[in-house]
């Protein structure tokens, strides 16, 4: 227990910094109808499965439609 309470000064940021990443990710599938891979289901289920920073990067790597 001793050993978590000295991590938590970098845990609560990365946690955040995940959540953040999960929320804007799944913010941005919900409103755009377009993808340069995939559709809105495939790119919505890969982000939660993998949603510890893998899928969000993946979406905004390979998914997302440039404007």
Same mark, same amino acid.
């Given at each position: ?12 940021? +990365? ?6 990443? *999960? ?5 941005? $599938? /919900?409103?755009?109808?377009?993808? @340069?891979?995939?559709?809105?289901? +495939? ?6 499965? *993998? ?5 969000? $990067? /993946?979406?905004?790597?390979?998914? @997302?439609?440039?404007?």
């Amino acid at each position: 227990m001793d050993k978590l309470v000295e991590f938590l000064p970098f845990l609560i940021p +990365l946690i955040l910094a995940e959540f953040a990443l *999960l929320g804007y990710t799944l913010y941005h $599938i /919900l409103t755009h109808n377009t993808y @340069k891979r995939g559709n809105r289901t +495939l790119w919505f289920i890969i982000t939660i499965v *993998l949603m510890n920073f893998v899928g969000p $990067i /993946l979406y905004f790597l390979l998914g @997302k439609e440039d404007a």
